[in-house]
T-cell receptor, first 113, second 117 residues
Framework: GNSVTQMEGPVTLSEEAFLTINCTYTATGYPSLFWYVQYPGEGLQLLLK?????DKGSNKGFEATYRKETTSFHLEKGSVQVSDSAVYFCALTPNQAGTALIFGKGTTLSVSS | GAVVSQHPSRVICKSGTSVKIECRSLDFQATTMFWYRQFPKKSLMLMAT?????????EQGVEKDKFLINHASLTLSTLTVTSAHPEDSSFYIC?????????????FGPGTRLTVL
C-alpha cells in the first residue's frame, strides 16, 4: 500500500537555524510527492512538489528532492524565520487520475526569535 | 487563481441536528473534490472522494448515511453531517482537483470547525 512517514515533532528552532524535516514514503509505481504547510488557523497550502525521481521542489527558501533510491522527500530550509512556524505535511499521490492525497501525520515547527 | 472556499468556517450545533458544509472552487472547475477530517495533532484522514454527477466513494469506516456528500456541479460539493454527536466534532477540510492541468495537484479549502454540544 501507499503510506507516508514523517518525523515526529514538535521541532523547536531559533531564528536563522537550519531546518530538516524527514519524510519517507512507501508506494507502488511512481507517485508525486508534496509538502503542504498549515499556518495557525488556516487551511493547507501547497509548499512545493516533485513529480519524478531526482526532481527538486523549491519555494520560499524551502527545498525537497525526490529520492527514489531512498524513498525520501526530506524538507530543508537554510535559515528559518519566525513566520515559518506552522505544521508541515508530507504527502503523496499515486499517479492515477482522481486519486486523493495520502498524508503523513504532520510536523509542528516552532521558530523563536 | 485556484481558490477553494468553505462555508461556514465555524459552526456550533446541538447533538442530534444536521449540519451542511459547502465547498466551492471559485475560479476553476473541479471534477473531483475530496473531504478530509483532521483530528487535533493528527493528520488528515480522507473521508470520501466526490465526483461531479455521481455518487461519492467513501473510505473504509466512514458511514455514508451519516456523512452525506453531494457534488451537484463542477464548482460545488456539500458535506452534510446528519444527526451530529459530540464525537463528530472536528475540523473538516475539502480539496478540489482541477479538470485540466496541474497534474495531481489539489487545492484546499480553509476548513470548517464543527463543534457538537
Amino acid at each position: 500500500g501507499n503510506s507516508v512517514t514523517q518525523m515526529e515533532g514538535p521541532v523547536t528552532l531559533s531564528e536563522e537555524a537550519f531546518l530538516t524535516i524527514n519524510c519517507t514514503y512507501t508506494a507502488t509505481g511512481y507517485p508525486s510527492l508534496f509538502w503542504y504547510v498549515q499556518y495557525p488557523g488556516e487551511g493547507l497550502q501547497l509548499l512545493l512538489k516533485a513529480t519524478k525521481a531526482d526532481d527538486k521542489g523549491s519555494n520560499k527558501g524551502f527545498e525537497a528532492t525526490y529520492r527514489k533510491e531512498t524513498t525520501s522527500f526530506h524538507l530543508e530550509k537554510g535559515s528559518v524565520q519566525v513566520s515559518d512556524s506552522a505544521v508541515y505535511f508530507c504527502a503523496l499521490t499515486p499517479n492515477q487520475a482522481g486519486t486523493a492525497l495520502i498524508f503523513g501525520k504532520g510536523t509542528t515547527l516552532s521558530v523563536s526569535s | 487563481g485556484a481558490v477553494v472556499s468553505q462555508h461556514p468556517s465555524r459552526v456550533i450545533c446541538k447533538s442530534g441536528t444536521s449540519v451542511k458544509i459547502e465547498c466551492r472552487s471559485l475560479d476553476f472547475q473541479a471534477t473531483t473534490m475530496f473531504w478530509y477530517r483532521q483530528f487535533p495533532k493528527k493528520s488528515l484522514m480522507l473521508m470520501a472522494t466526490s465526483n461531479e454527477g455521481s455518487k461519492a466513494t467513501y473510505e473504509q469506516g466512514v458511514e455514508k448515511d451519516k456523512f452525506l456528500i453531494n457534488h451537484a456541479s463542477l464548482t460545488l460539493s456539500t458535506l452534510t453531517v446528519t444527526s451530529a454527536h459530540p464525537e463528530d466534532s472536528s475540523f473538516y477540510i475539502c480539496s478540489a482537483r482541477e479538470v485540466s492541468g496541474r497534474h495531481n495537484e489539489q487545492f484546499f479549502g480553509p476548513g470548517t470547525r464543527l463543534t457538537v454540544l
